[in-house]
Antibody
């Protein structure tokens, strides 16, 4: 069973960037797709993008094109999500999620709260 | 990519069944058999309950079942239990290798 451990909470200024990490243990990291999903306070889930670590292929949601970069490091079984030009509306819990089923991640990180505030 | 449409709320008494709908388009729900359902309790990460329309991951009770017809998918929870009270989200693979979630449904056990 894969376990995903995310980096800690962040407080950022508008216009800055944030990079959240997600380290996998207990399973085959590179062959599973890693998705990033966010959830604003009291709101629903929003898919941001994914990476297939073994190929380095990425797909991004249109809403985040040009503002988000997802990377992976197979040597450390880690994935990263960087979001730039932060605004207050980006305040949310960011989850990484992975697993063997196509487009249906089974394993989720604990979430990382990113607060954007001046 | 617009969010899939779910009813905001659903409810049922213990032992009853509740069905949640998830309506998309031919570019997502209707075009692919990659619809999944997640359960989320407050302050927790989502939990996968159904994948590929009607398959259950190991450990998910068979009280949870999924189906799809055209552009609408459905999740049925039979034999409702108190611990089923949670938010439920559908999700689908979509055109251009995208993913999309539903708007979410709060299930209340009366």
């Amino acid at each position: 069973q894969v376990q995903l451990e995310q980096s800690g909470a962040e407080v950022k200024k508008p216009g800055s960037s944030v990079k959240v990490s997600c380290k996998a243990s207990g399973g085959t990291f590179s062959t599973y797709t890693v998705n990033w999903v966010r959830q604003a306070p009291g709101q629903g889930l929003e898919w941001m993008g994914r990476i297939i670590p073994i190929f380095g292929i990425t797909h991004y949601a249109q809403n985040f094109q040009g503002r988000v970069t997802i990377t992976a490091d197979k040597s450390t079984s880690s994935a990263y999500m960087e979001l730039r030009s932060l605004r207050s509306e980006d305040t949310a819990v960011y989850f990484c999620a992975s697993g063997p089923y196509t487009s249906s991640p089974e394993y989720w990180g604990q979430g990382t709260l990113v607060t954007v505030s001046s | 990519q617009s969010a899939l449409t779910q009813p905001p709320s659903a409810s049922g008494s213990p032992g009853q069944s509740v069905t949640i709908s998830c309506t998309g388009t031919s570019s997502d729900v209707g075009g692919y058999n990659y619809v999944s359902w997640y359960q989320q309790h407050p302050g927790k990460a989502p939990k996968l309950m159904i994948y590929e329309v009607n398959k259950r991951p190991s450990g998910v009770p068979d009280r949870f079942s999924g189906s799809k017809s055209g552009n609408t998918a459905s999740l049925t929870v039979s034999g409702l239990q108190a611990e089923d009270e949670a938010d439920y989200y559908c999700s689908s693979y979509a055109d251009s290798n995208a993913g999309v979630f539903g708007t979410g449904t709060k299930v209340t056990v009366l």
